[in-house]
């Protein structure tokens, strides 16, 4: 099996992002961006879609959204063409038909997040229109936090109800955690505070977790 390591940013000025994205330029295919709105989450990030136009040969760009309501600046999200997906929450909206919808009209993968407590069953209907699962391994808000184990169960519970769609997890991934997500059946990794905590060693990091995959 083949899972693949993605960097998670998560910043409060584009100026960060931008000095980010070409520490791992050419290290991944995929990089993640958190967009957060102080309301859906207790924390407040970069949120301008247009920077995002500035960026020569960028990879990838998939933007997460942890914010409320995303069908209201989703479009927004879609328009840049480095952006190829968008992961919301389940828990953030009731329009996620809207959702899909929207996405896929502009030719771009939607995701779909779910926070640590939130039940498979609540989302089971939209699995066969979602690019992937984000089983989120803590509560999302602030990066550097502990991965909760419980969420080993989730992952597994998700690979029956669907096998073949992509299982990604985001937070607390590091070379002691990634193993036991992997073995459970998660299928992508996004690395944020194990990844930046030193720079010099970024490369290092991203092989030593496609080692363990």
């Known amino acids: 099996m083949v899972v693949e390591i993605i960097p998670a940013i998560l910043e409060v000025s584009w100026e960060n992002i931008a ?10 295919a995929w990089v993640q961006i958190d967009v957060m709105d102080g309301v859906f989450v ?24 942890m914010i409320d309501r995303p ?18 929450h389940a828990e953030s909206t ?22 640590p407590k939130t039940p498979i069953e ?10 992937l699962v984000l089983v989120m391994g803590v509560e999302p808000g602030f990066s550097g936090q502990a991965f909760d184990v419980s969420v080993l169960k989730k992952i597994q519970q998700l ?20 193993p036991q997500m992997i073995a459970a059946g998660a299928t992508i990794l996004y690395v944020a505070s194990y990844l930046w905590q030193d720079e010099a060693k970024i490369a290092e990091k991203i092989n030593t977790l496609k080692k363990i995959t």
């Open 159 to 178: 690979q029956k109800f669907d096998a073949h769609i992509p299982i990604a997890v985001d937070g607390g991934v590091n070379e002691k955690t990634a």
């Open 94 to 115: 009731d329009l996620l038909e809207n959702v899909f919808a929207a996405g896929h009209s502009m030719h771009k993968q939607i995701g779909l997040a779910i926070n």
């Open 71 to 88: 069908e209201r600046t989703l479009l927004s999200w879609l328009v840049p063409r480095a952006v190829k997906r968008v992961i919301v």
């Open 19 to 28: 000095c980010k994205l070409k520490l791992i330029q050419g290290l991944c």
């Open 122 to 131: 609540s989302i089971d209907r939209f699995l066969p229109q979602s690019a």
């Open 42 to 65: 207790p924390n407040t990030t970069w949120g301008n879609f247009q920077d995002i136009n500035t960026v020569k040969s960028p990879p990838n760009i998939e933007i997460h959204l």
